[in-house]
């Protein structure tokens, strides 16, 4: 059984970085390709950025610059860096995982760590 699990989220003030994690386990982990996605207050959930198994990176509209996905092929484990956070960004980050199996890909997705970034 796939389970993902955030971590990291929190309290930060305007400009602070915040590293979030998610742990993946019940993958075929070099088949599975990661990704963040985040929900902010009044708009529907967004691509912040996806990773592939061999590390090409990926980012949604107008991520790129602040936020930094990475994965430890060891730990089976995906981080988000998110650099000079902004009000805007206070939402729910969720992970992803699409994993290649049997021929099909599945998605399998976190119940999401929050972050709220203070004025």
């Known amino acids: 059984q796939v389970q993902l699990v955030e971590s990291g989220g929190g309290l930060v003030q305007v400009g602070d970085s915040l590293t979030l994690s998610c742990s993946a386990s019940?993958?075929?982990?070099?088949?599975?390709?990661m990704a963040w996605y985040r929900q902010v207050p009044g708009k529907q959930r967004e691509l912040v950025a996806t990773i592939t198994p061999q590390g090409k990176s990926d980012y949604g509209d107008f991520m790129q610059g602040r936020f930094i996905i990475s994965r430890d092929n060891v730990k089976n484990l995906v981080y988000l860096q998110s650099n000079t956070l902004r009000p805007e960004d206070t939402g729910i980050y969720y992970c992803r995982a699409r994993m290649f199996y049997s021929g099909t890909y599945q998605e399998y997705w976190g119940r999401g760590t929050r972050v709220t970034v203070s004025s």
């Open positions: 019940g993958t075929i982990w070099m088949s599975t390709s």
